[in-house]
T-cell receptor, first 116, second 113 residues
Framework: QQQVKQSPQSLIVQKGGISIINCAYE??????FPWYQQFPGKGPALLIA?????SEKKEGRFTISFNKSAKQFSLHIMDSQPGDSATYFC???????????????FGKGTLLTVNP | GAGVSQSPSNKVTEKGKDVELRCDPI?????LYWYRQSLGQGLEFLIY????????KSGLPSDRFSAERTGGSVSTLTIQRTQQEDSAVYLC???????????FGPGTRLLVL
């Protein structure tokens, strides 16, 4: 059972364009939704994260949009640059009994290519 | 400062052999995680250590997989009697206990022939 579904699998965008990656989740107990960025040969690194008490969070060119009723969230990359070319993973987690969001469930990833 | 380090970076082994993968977390980080990343797949949670608490082993796929963490720092993931389907990148992450951001190492690429 795939609890976090991510689309598209791959995305090609021109420099300066907007990249949009979507994720849908099933477990309504999830309350923490991060996006990780992974370059080839490297481990993933946290890009931006959101909790469901807000519908949008923006950090520089990166924005998460969150729709709690639809159980969907998306990553928008404005003014996409060739240096943004990487694999992006959405994830979700719920607090355990100790109050920690440690157990991340990841989507399968989106390979983003930004052409110059 | 130094990030999470993993060794070896690449490992080729024959089916049926045992392998050990090592993770050195960021100094002072009490939480440590292991994930498996198979080709074209997302990251699959394997195991979580937090301080002296019992580890969460719920993600280990079979009893051939085990992990330990000595002295609250270095961790070793052991795969016994490796199978070809064990071929993947094994990623380690750490964070200060209770933190949400996980800091990943570069991974160990395991190929089982």
């Amino acid at each position: 059972q795939q609890q976090v579904k991510q689309s598209p699998q791959s995305l090609i965008v021109q420099k300066g364009g907007i990249s949009i990656i979507n994720c849908a989740y099933e477990n309504t107990a999830f309350d923490y939704f991060p996006w990780y960025q992974q370059f080839p040969g490297k481990g993933p690194a946290l890009l931006i994260a959101i909790r469901p008490d807000v519908s949008e969070k923006k950090e520089g060119r990166f924005t998460i949009s969150f729709n709690k009723s639809a159980k969907q969230f998306s990553l928008h990359i404005m003014d996409s640059q060739p240096g943004d070319s990487a694999t992006y993973f959405c994830a979700a987690s719920m607090r355990n009994s100790g109050g920690s969001n440690y157990k991340l469930t990841f989507g399968k990833g989106t390979l983003l290519t930004v052409n110059p | 400062g130094a990030g999470v380090s993993q060794s070896p970076s690449n490992k080729v082994t024959e089916k049926g052999k045992d392998v050990e993968l090592r993770c050195d977390p960021i100094s002072g980080h009490t939480a440590l995680y292991w994930y498996r990343q198979s080709l074209g797949q997302g990251l699959e949670f394997l195991i979580y250590f937090q301080g002296n608490s019992a580890p969460d082993k719920s993600g280990l796929p079979s009893d051939r997989f085990s992990a330990e963490r000595t002295g609250g720092s270095v961790s070793t993931l052991t795969i016994q009697r490796t199978q070809q389907e064990d071929s993947a990148v094994y990623l380690c992450a750490s964070n200060p206990g209770g933190g949400e951001t996980q800091y990943f190492g570069p991974g160990t690429r395991l190929l089982v022939l």
